[in-house]
């Protein structure tokens, strides 16, 4: 196999925080002897995970197994997915700023079309519902476990809890019309076509907030293996609060 440098788009800080990560990981189980060091394990996962190579061709330019490239991406994942922000973080983290931002993002999977529950109807392709939270700067504050793509995007949100919490937080929330009914917290552009006057102005007004939770989504697919996920649905979560782990720590 021929094997050629590559560059990915991330800072040495990023390298050097899961590397020391998997470096403290290995001293807690006693790790022995390993093919690849913190460092090169750390490397492999980045170039997964933000250019989205599979494990073959990782195999292949760290030159080592297809089962051993799997491995160590899944023990990095683990560990990062366990470090991600729970719900209840969250809140207390959003509850100190004027209002946070709800949005919703279907991630593309390769399924079948007998795969029903995962075919979103919006979006017209198989995937995983995630509900994202963002500040009123644009940052990426939490993401929610994925849910089956054809799963709405309120449903999902009241599955997660987040409307209720948001209320007993009494933390204001601005999302789009397919949180209509979610609650008094979360705020919804007014439905109908051909508004005028301050109707057309809160919409619009309503829009320029919304737009900062584009950012957020925008940063989340950067990360090319979220593009096309072809993985087991089990392991998407994970995979998705691993990603989470690292922007928050970038």
Sequence with gaps: MLVCPSGIDLSSRTLQHLSGLLAGHRRRI?????????????LLVLAH???GDTYARLAGGFRIGIATAYRCIREAVDLLAALAPTPEQAMATVGKKAYVILD???LPIDRI????????????HHGMNVQVLADPAGRLVWVSDAL??????????RAHGIPAALAAEDIKCSADKAYQGAGPAVRVPI???HLRGRRRRHNRDHAKIRSLGERVMAILKSWRFLRKLRCSTTRITAAVRAVVTLELAA
Excluded: E, N
């Excluded at 006693?30 to 093919?35: E, I, L, P, T, Y």
């Excluded at 995962?118 to 979006?123: A, L, Q, V």
């Design 49 to 51: 995970l933000r250019c």
């Design 148 to 157: 089956p793509g054809a799963t709405h995007d309120l449903t999902a949100a």
């Design 104 to 106: 919703g993002t279907v």
């Design 191 to 193: 439905r109908g076509k």
């Design 113 to 124: 079309a007998a795969d029903q529950p995962y075919y979103s109807g919006k979006k017209k």
């Design 30 to 42: 006693g790790s022995r002897w390993r093919r690849l060091t913190c460092g090169r394990q750390a």
